[in-house]
T-cell receptor, first 113, second 115 residues
């Protein structure tokens, strides 16, 4: 079946540190991959996406590259800010079938000034 | 545009009570979804509706029913609430089409506690 595994949280970093949140997936074929972000008290928002192997999604300084050989979609940012504190979810949409998303468990990120 | 709206924001129920969570979107999307979010488990799909007039079970449908009232509205009903249904519930909507990367837009959530 389809599944997504994220690194365990919570993750605490200092401002301007480098961020990596690992995400690996299991799926048939070539799914689309997403990172969503949830700020405190809010719903999820799409952060970035990639639809085929070697695609790089980017937004707000965050990047993730679709790696088919390692079935991974790790989220990175070179210099985090306090405002990046949130919960980050990796997700996949299978190539076939309905428009359903399969989510990872989420990683809570806290950035200290 | 308001996007996806949900009511209520918070609710406390006693075991056995019933309630309906309301969701509406103003983006003219065909597809709508209900998820629950539990600590350490991410979001799990309860039910979805690919288009007006159709609904299908997701990963965790037991104890829930849904109604796609029209293109805008998609409600989730708990007929006899149980403590295991304590969770945060999110509604989402998206376009439907041949592309597999259509973004889902989420509402702000309903925090439900069942005592």
């Amino acid at each position: 079946g389809n599944s997504v595994t994220q690194m365990e949280g919570p993750v605490t970093l200092s401002e301007e540190a480098f961020l990596t949140i690992n995400c690996t997936y299991t799926a048939t074929g070539y799914p689309s991959l997403f990172w969503y972000v949830q700020y405190p008290g809010e719903g999820l928002q799409l952060l970035l996406k990639a639809t085929k192997a070697d695609d790089k999604g980017s937004n707000k300084g965050f990047e993730a590259t679709y790696r088919k050989e390692t079935t991974s979609f790790h989220l990175e940012k070179g210099s985090v800010q306090v405002s990046d504190s949130a919960v980050y979810f990796c997700a996949l949409r299978p190539l076939q079938g309905a428009q359903k998303l399969v989510f990872g468990q989420g990683t809570r990120l806290t950035i200290n000034p | 545009n308001a996007g996806v709206t949900q009511t209520p924001k918070f609710q406390v129920l006693k075991t056995g009570q019933s309630m309906t969570l309301q969701c509406a979107q103003d983006m003219n999307h065909n597809s709508m979804y209900w998820y629950r979010q539990d600590p350490g488990m991410g979001l799990r799909l309860i039910y979805y509706s690919a288009s007006e007039g159709t609904t299908d079970k997701g990963e965790v449908p037991n104890g829930y029913n849904v109604s796609r009232l029209n293109k805008r509205e998609f409600s989730l009903r708990l007929e006899s609430a149980a403590p295991s249904q304590t969770s945060v519930y999110f509604c989402a909507s998206s376009e439907t089409g041949g592309r597999s990367d259509n973004e889902q837009f989420f509402g702000p959530g309903t925090r439900l506690t069942v005592l």
